[in-house]
């Protein structure tokens, strides 16, 4: 049984960091690519950042220079550094695994940015 599971969000203030997590069982993690989604209230879920697996990385122009994906295969854990948060990150953050087709999601951890 394939399962992502999300962690480390949370409260925190604009301007502080926060790193997710995101670890897999039941696939072979280093052939997958991984990506980080986040839906906040009343919107669609929107792609943050999407790292293949061999080290490709792109970022939504949102977080850029903000943001840093990275992953850990040895652990099957991806990451997403969260840095300078601003309100409007405010959402509840998914990662994904992909390959060929096949998707599997975490259930997803809320970060919250105040003021």
């Known amino acids: 049984q394939v399962q992502l599971v999300e962690s480390g969000g949370g409260l925190v203030q604009a301007g502080g960091s926060l790193r997710l997590s995101c670890t897999a069982s039941?696939?072979?993690?280093?052939?997958?690519?991984i990506s980080w989604y986040r839906q906040a209230p009343g919107n669609q879920r929107e792609l943050v950042a999407v790292?293949?697996?061999?080290?490709?990385?792109n970022y939504d122009d949102s977080v850029k220079g903000r943001f840093t994906i990275s992953r850990d295969n040895a652990k099957k854990t991806a990451y997403l550094q969260m840095n300078n948060l601003k309100r409007e990150d405010t959402a509840v953050y998914y990662c994904?695994?992909?390959?060929?087709?096949?998707?599997?999601w975490g259930q997803g951890t809320q970060v919250t940015v105040s003021s």
């Open positions: 994904k695994a992909a390959l060929a087709g096949a998707e599997y």
């Open positions: 039941g696939i072979t993690f280093s052939l997958y690519a």
């Open positions: 790292g293949s697996r061999g080290g490709t990385i």
